[in-house]
């Protein structure tokens, strides 16, 4: 069984410039999260998404940084503009129910400099 | 409030020794989940092991055995007889109440051959 997708693995920009983030979860993986995780720190849930609605975003700063989910499967993180303070590596998770019984399986991630 | 504390940001040890890291929590709720995850090289965080709040019984796969005591707030992992393909980060979570993951900061375990 494949495991969470995501695209690119690195990414560098210079500041003010807008990126993008694909992720494809694992095939029947209702719920779709995703983190921000800098150097040397645990990853930090950005917005969780339950089929296609965003159920949890609060920690996502909405002035720069947009999500979608479009029919409930993959998802796209983006950020416009990027900041210095944005380089980090993006991590997207998947799992079967929102529920907190359900372990998350997470993609490689991708590895953003901002320059 | 909820937290998850790691206190040991790196360990080393030489092949086949055992090794505990440590992981301390805290949450006012009485349901709840502790994870540990294993952070590769690669980057990709490897499930490990989940645990409720109501079942405090040591767990032991393998090389691997968990210590969970309410008592004290900790969810301890030990590896027994480390190997090189040990060497990672080792991240401890909790969930409660809400279904967002709170991580540690994460101890690098680094095993010298």
């Known amino acids: 069984e494949a495991g969470v997708v995501q695209s690119p693995r690195y990414k560098i920009i210079e500041k003010k410039q807008p990126v993008a983030f694909w992720c494809n979860p694992i095939?029947?993986?209702?719920?779709l999260y995703w983190y921000r995780q800098n150097l040397g720190q645990g990853p930090e849930l950005l917005i969780r998404?339950?089929?296609?609605?965003?159920?949890?975003d609060s920690q996502l700063p909405k002035d720069r940084f947009s999500a979608e989910r479009l029919k409930g499967v993959d998802s796209t993180l983006k950020i416009q503009p990027a900041e210095l303070g944005d380089s980090a590596v993006y991590l997207c998770?998947?799992?079967?129910?929102?529920?907190?019984?359900?372990?998350?399986?997470f993609g490689p991630g991708t590895r953003l400099t901002v320059t | 409030a909820q937290k998850v504390t790691q206190a040991q940001t790196e360990i080393s040890v030489v092949e086949k020794e055992d090794v505990t890291l440590d992981c301390v929590y805290e949450?006012?709720?009485?349901?709840?989940?502790l994870f540990w995850y294993k952070q590769p090289p690669s980057g990709e965080l490897v499930f490990l092991i989940r645990?409720?709040?109501?079942?405090?019984q040591n767990e032991i796969s393998g090389r691997y055995s968990w210590n969970f005591q309410k008592s004290t707030s900790s969810f301890n992992f030990t590896i027994t007889a480390s190997q090189v393909v040990d060497s990672a980060v080792y991240f401890c979570?909790?969930?409660?109440?809400?279904?967002?993951?709170?991580f540690g900061t994460g101890t690098r375990l680094k095993v010298l051959a």
């Open positions: 095939s029947g993986h209702n719920t």
């Open positions: 998404y339950e089929n296609e609605e965003a159920v949890d």
């Open positions: 998770a998947s799992s079967l129910g929102g529920g907190s019984a359900y372990e998350q399986y």
């Open positions: 949450t006012r709720d009485t349901t709840y989940y």
């Open positions: 645990r409720n709040s109501f079942d405090e």
């Open positions: 979570a909790l969930i409660s109440g809400t279904y967002k993951y709170i």
